[in-house]
């Protein structure tokens, strides 16, 4: 099976390329969903209507649902390749200086799974008209979500847990492209901070606002 | 000082293993931590004991046998070192030290605190060498080197094959290893000719002896007694995609 995905520095490309992909598309998603702090429904509705019929978008989707599909998968692979490879646990946990948020990948990225999962059935099933609710009205369908205290805890610890798990991975993905450099990596590495921090800011701010307007 | 320890016994590869407690008396601050481990031995012996089996030769650095897992760190406390050069004043008094062999799955336990590394023999019979056709010997100047290039594989060619950096992953990656042995090459007009099959030899071979998948965490440049830098792995997966580009 591992054979057929190539060598670990051909599995650990593809993860990062997804990773970074992913890393693409976050803030288109965050624009978006800023439109749900406008008190008119109108123009957030008529994005995702927009995002949801357009069809270049419709490739774009299929894309994007792989590449979320490859990223898991690799990353699960490649998690336990590397358990494998040590059978006998150490009996005093390891002190070594690492990147801290690096040795919870599998987990952080697990409750993003879990966020993702729940995620997807509010919203795209209820586009293909499995689960109730009206696709036309996504605008209302959030705002009654964000009404919520439980799903608003929900939504924050899921992007704080986002934010941990980007901490590593804006970063990384760059040093496993090769791209280490004495001048420019520190400047990356300030850069994946910043994003890291921000973006998921972004998107918890919406529901702490609709809830407490 | 007075130390209680607490090393990893293990027969053999089959047996189970466990940790025994010893109290040990009267160390010098001064000693070194291997010299430490003589005198347990010897008291051992006096009492009967098998003595603990552990893996050492130089002394001095530069070999590359020692390796202890120490409280939770290859090469123990100090920074930059390897056990042989670890000092015994990096210890308090009363302290409790915990020893555990390099655990991975490509370095199968032989005895107690003694593990098989020959995994990385042979990682190098796989590309990590530059092959030599016979005739007369080059003169010295003749092939000019860029003096950065020099240095950078100099500093890559500091690794002494100790596999501080697989133990202190959690993921038992050997990446810093290979990085260094393929910078070392890679980066020398000498190594040039062989550099794409050499890398994705011993990638392969790297992958095929069971070692994990690098991410990245830094704790193999953060425990690696020589110092080296995550720099080369970034080089060596350069390396990798331009010998699978080409
Ligand atoms: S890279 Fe460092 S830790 Fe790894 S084998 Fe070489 S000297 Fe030891
Ligand atoms: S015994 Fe040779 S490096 Fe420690």
């Known amino acids: 099976m591992s054979k057929l995905l190539g060598s670990s520095i051909t599995k650990k490309l593809v993860m990062a390329l997804a990773g970074l992909f992913l890393i693409l598309f976050l803030p288109v998603h965050l624009g978006i969903n800023l439109l749900l702090l406008k008190e008119d429904p109108v123009p957030f509705n008529e994005a995702a209507h927009f995002m949801a019929t357009f069809p270049p978008i419709k490739i774009f989707e299929v894309i994007l649902l792989g590449t979320f599909l490859i990223h898991i998968l690799w990353g699960i692979i490649l998690q336990i390749q590397n358990w494998m490879a040590r059978p006998s646990r150490y009996r005093v946990t390891n002190y070594s200086q690492t990147s801290f948020f690096s040795k919870f990948m599998i987990y952080t990225g697990g409750i993003v799974l879990i966020f993702l999962v729940i995620h997807f059935i509010n919203f795209y099933l209820m586009k293909l008209g499995i689960v109730e609710g009206d696709p036309e009205n996504f605008y209302k369908e959030a705002h009654d979500l964000f009404q919520l205290p439980g799903y608003i805890t929900f939504y924050l610890v899921s992007f704080v847990i986002l934010g941990f798990h980007l901490h590593h991975a804006f970063q990384s993905a760059f040093q496993t492209l090769g791209w280490n450099h004495k001048k420019y990596t520190p400047v990356i590495k300030a850069l994946g901070v910043i994003y890291s921090i921000f973006i998921p800011l972004g998107f918890f701010i919406i529901p702490i606002l609709i809830y407490l307007k | ?246």
């Open chain 2, 1 to 246: 000082m007075d130390l209680t320890l607490k090393v990893w016994r293990q027969k053999n590869n089959k047996a189970k293993g466990k940790f025994v407690e010893y109290k040990i008396k009267n160390i010098s601050k001064d000693s070194s931590f291997l010299e430490m481990m003589d005198i347990l031995n010897e008291q051992l012996i006096e009492e009967g004991v098998e003595p603990v089996a552990f893996d050492h030769d130089c002394r001095e650095g530069i070999c590359g046998m020692c390796s202890l897992y120490i409280n939770g760190r290859p090469h123990g406390p100090d920074e930059a070192v390897t056990v042989c050069q670890l000092h015994m004043r990096k210890f308090n008094d009363g302290d409790t030290i915990v020893i555990e062999p390099w655990r991975a799955k490509a370095f199968p336990l032989i005895k107690d605190l003694m593990v098989d590394r020959s995994a990385f023999d042979t990682i190098i019979q796989a590309g990590g060498y530059v092959s030599v056709n016979t005739g007369g010997v080059p003169d010295a100047n003749s092939i000019p080197i860029e003096r950065d290039k020099a240095e950078l594989s100099m500093d890559a060619a500091a690794c002494i094959g100790c596999g501080a950096c697989v133990a202190a992953c959690k993921n038992a990656s050997a990446m810093l290893f290979v990085s260094a042995k393929v910078s070392q090459l890679n980066l020398l007009p000498q190594g040039k000719a062989e550099a794409k099959l050499r890398v994705e030899a011993m990638v392969k071979e790297m992958d095929d002896l069971g070692f994990g998948n690098c991410t990245n965490t830094g704790a193999c440049e953060a425990e690696c007694p020589k110092e080296i830098s995550l720099t080369n792995i970034a080089r060596l997966n350069r390396n990798f995609y331009a010998a699978k580009l080409s």
